[in-house]
């Protein structure tokens, strides 16, 4: 069986799964929840806003340096490994690096994306 039947395979059982589970919902005669039943609870306690509720554009910008800075840590691990090989190189790269990173870190600084009030 080559690749293609192999893929075949399981978008076909997925299929027969998914029409299993169908049937056997519908076979039992389980009823449709009802509105306080299909909201969502932490514990047991109603929620105080809706899930839908947006976001202020500030969580955005800290998410965005969140993951640049964890991104840095990702090239910083190997580049470990790299400069002892290296040298100066190495070492000039990492600081051109860092380098952009705080200049992104003093921009959002700037434009108060620290403050959450």
């Known amino acids: 069986m080559g690749g293609i039947g192999a893929a075949l395979l399981v978008v076909v059982g997925s299929l027969v799964a998914i029409g299993v589970t169908q049937w056997v919902w519908a076979a039992t005669g ?22 839908w509720n947006r976001f202020h554009i500030r969580y955005y910008a800290m998410a965005l340096l969140f993951l640049a800075f964890d991104m840095e840590m ?31 870190m003093v921009y959002a600084w700037r434009e108060k994306s620290f403050e959450w009030a």
């Open 30 to 51: 389980v009823r449709d929840l009802t509105v306080p039943e299909r909201v969502p609870f932490a514990g047991g306690v109603e929620p105080e806003f809706h899930a």
């Open 74 to 104: 990702v090239f910083m691990y190997p580049w470990a490994v790299v400069f002892i090989r290296e040298g100066l190189l190495a070492l000039i790269e990492m600081l051109m690096f860092i380098l952009i990173l705080v200049v992104g």
